[in-house]
């Protein structure tokens, strides 16, 4: 089977290129900026004829679509929010309408920030309570609209709180802090889970070789958790001694974007389709921790 990936360089396009290889596939990744290092097409997914021209030349069976502006707070600002609508819905509907024309299946990444984040119940897959409270989060759910509107052949994965190789991630955030501080104000309101690259990654591979179309809800085993609870963890795998504060979204003046307190997302449709369900957060952050010494 012949995979093109979007966004190849960035967290979650890296570690899906790696699992393609491992399984024996061809992987043709594209990116939006020519490099000479990289051996990556060059496409920017907001220009719809070049897509079209990629998409036709390659001819790929699946595409694994996670290019996106991915920066939450940036997003709310006026002076992106065109590009970001660019990028994250007309560059996805550019790629659902080439899929079309060459009968190829579409895996969409999308983002827990569809739903409001009320309640403490976790989203089901196919929940249709939308209800974004972001700029970013109204740029995925129309995305994940496009998506569904122009295809049937379609997956659109939703997922949270992602880290990986090669990414700038709250472990990598976390691991800096704590070469300059002894203690550290996380928010502790805000529950969801951990998504490690890797593990997704071979989700998404197992998914392209099928044909369970719809929504899914993926991220790692292991339990709902705060982002403060998470911080925690870091600290302990990576032997930091660091003290966690726990404190609340409002007291925590960060970030511009709001964001929802409840990601809890329930996978068991997963489970129930046939996917494997990915290993536990702890387990993936362990091997997260071992993998980035040797990662350059
Ligand atoms: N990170 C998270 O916590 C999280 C949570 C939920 C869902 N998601 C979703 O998961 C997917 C992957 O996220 P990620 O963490 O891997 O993000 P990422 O590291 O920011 O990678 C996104 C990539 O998109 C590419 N891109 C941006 N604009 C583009 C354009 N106009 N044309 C082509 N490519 C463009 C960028 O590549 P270039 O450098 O080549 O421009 C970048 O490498 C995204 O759909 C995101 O919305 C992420």
């Excluded at 991630?169 to 802090?177: H, S, T």
């Excluded at 007291?251 to 046939?274: E, F």
Aim: proline share 3%; with cysteine; glycine share 6%.
């Amino acid at each position: 089977m012949k995979y093109l990936v979007t966004g190849a360089s960035g967290q979650l396009g890296q570690a899906v290129m790696r699992a393609i290889k491992r399984s024996g596939q061809v992987g043709v990744g594209t990116t939006s900026k020519t490099s000479e290092v990289s051996t990556h097409l060059t496409l920017d997914i907001r220009d719809a004829a070049a897509v079209v021209r990629v998409v036709a030349t390659v001819r790929p069976d699946v595409i694994i679509h996670c290019a996106a502006w991915t920066a939450v707070d940036a997003a709310e600002d006026k002076k992106w929010q065109d590009l970001v609508w660019q990028i994250n819905v007309e560059g996805t509907a550019n790629l659902a309408r080439a899929a079309r024309e060459v009968n190829a299946k579409l895996i969409y990444l999308s983002s827990d920030y569809v739903f409001n984040g009320n309640g403490q119940k976790p989203w089901q897959a196919d929940d249709k309570c939308y209800q974004p409270i972001n700029f970013y989060g109204q740029s995925k759910l129309a995305g994940e609209l496009a998506v569904a509107r122009s295809l049937t052949k379609y997956f659109i994965v939703r997922t949270s709180w992602v880290f990986g190789l090669g990414g700038s991630n709250f472990v990598e955030a976390m691991l800096k802090l704590a070469t300059q501080q002894n203690s550290i104000s996380v928010v502790a309101d805000q529950i969801g889970t951990p998504t490690y690259t890797e593990d997704l990654a071979c989700l998404l591979v197992e998914m392209a070789a099928s044909e369970q179309y719809g929504y899914y809800h993926a991220s790692n085993e292991g339990g709902y958790l705060s982002w403060a609870e998470f911080a925690t963890e870091i600290f302990k795998q990576a032997n930091q001694a660091v003290t966690v504060l726990p404190v609340t979204s409002t007291s925590y003046m960060a970030s511009k974007a709001p964001r929802p307190h409840n990601s809890r997302l329930d996978k068991s449709k997963l489970v129930a389709t046939g996917f494997s369900p990915l290993p536990s957060w702890q387990d993936a952050l362990r091997r997260y921790l071992r993998a980035r010494q040797q990662f350059v």
